[in-house]
């Protein structure tokens, strides 16, 4: 993969990751600190909406490679493995982020915390576990 594509794609990935283990300390913080809920709100959207300005590139860098270079499926053990991982985050993601004003505090907490190990499932794979 070309230095500037593998660049965009692991800084998307890093933003996508750290902001999330960020967030998920950050927000037990707050509550313990006394914010208003308004507030937690806010600091969940604005991760929302840096998280997938992150995985867009990361996922649009990782479709450039595989057309520059197809061999890429074959040459990276256990790509279809992080493919399904990859989707299963931004899936679950998505529901989280439709689906938290509905959920309580901790049902919120578990759909995070979930989406947290799919992503390092991610990570794992990439690294040849």
């Known amino acids: 993969m070309n230095r500037w594509l ?3 794609h692991l800084v998307g990935a890093a933003v996508w990751l750290g902001g999330m283990v960020t967030v998920g300390a950050l927000v037990p913080a707050m509550r313990k600190a006394g914010a208003e809920r308004a507030q937690i709100q806010a600091v969940a959207r604005q991760f929302g909406r840096v998280s997938w300005v992150a995985l867009g590139p990361t996922v649009g860098v990782g479709i450039i490679a595989l057309i520059i270079n197809p061999d890429l499926v074959s040459a990276l053990p256990g790509f279809e493995l992080k493919m399904g991982l990859v989707a299963a985050a931004a899936g679950l993601a998505l529901w989280h982020q ?3 004003g509905d959920q309580s505090p901790a049902r919120r907490g578990m759909t995070q915390a979930a ?3 799919v992503t390092l499932g991610v990570y794992a794979v ?3 576990w």
């Open 126 to 128: 990439a690294a040849g």
């Open 98 to 100: 439709l689906a938290a």
């Open 6 to 8: 593998l660049f965009i």
């Open 115 to 117: 989406i947290l190990v």
